[in-house]
C-alpha cells in the first residue's frame, strides 16, 4: 500500500513570487506520481506525471516536479505564481503496473495574494 | 481533447433514496475508477473496474454501493439508500492503464 503527505495544507504566496508545493510519498514498490490541480468546484485536472525516465517534468501552466527516489519525493515549483494559480492541488501516487489506483494527498490550497 | 464526462453535476436525494450517478469514460480507455470527495477533504478511492468487474475496493465501498458498465460506453455508481454521510463529490476516471488517469468534471451529491 502506497501513502502520500502533502506537508503544507496552505500556502500563501504573494503574485509572481516562487512557490513550492511539497509533497512526500511511502511505498514497497516502484510509483509513478502525479500531481493534480483543483480549482473552486471543478474537477481535477492533471498538471503533470512521472513515469520514468528524467527525474525533472514539466507540467501546464508553467509548473515542473523533480522526482527524488532517495528522499521519496514529488515537490512542485513554479517560478513565478500568478493570482489564477489559486487552486488545490493534490499530490497523488499509484503503482506502476497497469490500472492501479490512485492515492491522494490530504491536498495543499495555494493562495496568491496581489 | 477526449473527455470523461460525468452526470448530472449535482444531485440531492432524500435519506434512504437510491442514487445512480452515471460517466462516460474516455473511449479507448479500459480501466474505469470512482473516488469521492467529502468537502474539504482528500480524494478517496472508491472502486477499480477492470474487464467488467471489480478489480478493486475500498473499505469505503460496502454492500450500499455497485458499479455496472451496463453497455460499451456507460459506468455508474448507486448507492442503494444514501445517507447523510455520503454526501460528497463524486468522480469518475478512466485511463488505458498507463500514462495517467483522466477525470470528470464531478458529481455533487447532497442527502437531505
Known amino acids: 500500500a502506497q501513502s502520500v503527505t502533502q506537508l503544507d495544507s496552505q500556502v500563501p504566496v504573494f503574485e509572481e513570487a516562487p512557490v513550492e508545493l511539497r509533497c512526500n510519498y511511502s511505498?514497497?514498490?516502484?510509483?509513478?506520481l502525479f500531481w493534480y490541480v483543483q480549482y473552486p468546484n471543478q474537477g481535477l485536472q492533471l498538471l503533470l506525471k512521472y513515469l520514468s525516465g528524467s527525474t525533472l517534468v514539466k507540467g501546464i501552466n508553467g509548473f515542473e516536479a523533480e522526482f527524488n527516489k532517495s528522499q521519496t519525493s514529488f515537490h512542485l515549483r513554479k517560478p513565478s505564481v500568478h493570482i489564477s494559480d489559486t487552486a488545490e492541488y493534490f499530490c497523488a501516487v499509484s503503482e506502476n503496473n497497469a490500472g492501479n489506483m490512485l492515492t491522494f494527498g490530504g491536498g495543499t490550497r495555494l493562495m496568491v495574494k496581489p | 481533447e477526449p473527455e470523461v464526462t460525468q452526470t448530472p453535476s449535482h444531485q440531492v436525494t432524500q435519506m434512504g433514496q437510491e442514487v445512480i450517478l452515471r460517466c462516460v469514460p474516455i473511449?479507448?480507455?479500459?480501466?474505469f475508477y470512482w473516488y469521492r470527495q467529502i468537502l474539504g477533504q482528500k480524494v478517496e478511492f472508491l472502486v477499480s473496474?477492470?474487464?467488467?468487474?471489480?478489480?478493486?475496493k475500498s473499505e469505503i465501498f460496502d454492500d450500499q454501493f455497485s458499479v455496472e458498465r451496463p453497455d460499451g460506453s456507460n459506468f455508474t455508481l448507486k448507492i442503494r439508500s444514501t445517507k447523510l454521510e455520503d454526501s460528497a463529490m463524486y468522480f469518475c476516471?478512466?485511463?488505458?492503464?498507463?500514462?495517467?488517469?483522466?477525470f470528470g468534471s464531478g458529481t455533487r451529491l447532497t442527502v437531505v
Open positions: 473511449s479507448n480507455h479500459l480501466y
Open positions: 511505498s514497497s514498490v516502484s510509483v509513478y
Open positions: 473496474f477492470y474487464n467488467n468487474e471489480i478489480s478493486e
Open positions: 476516471a478512466s485511463t488505458t492503464g498507463y500514462y495517467g488517469y483522466t
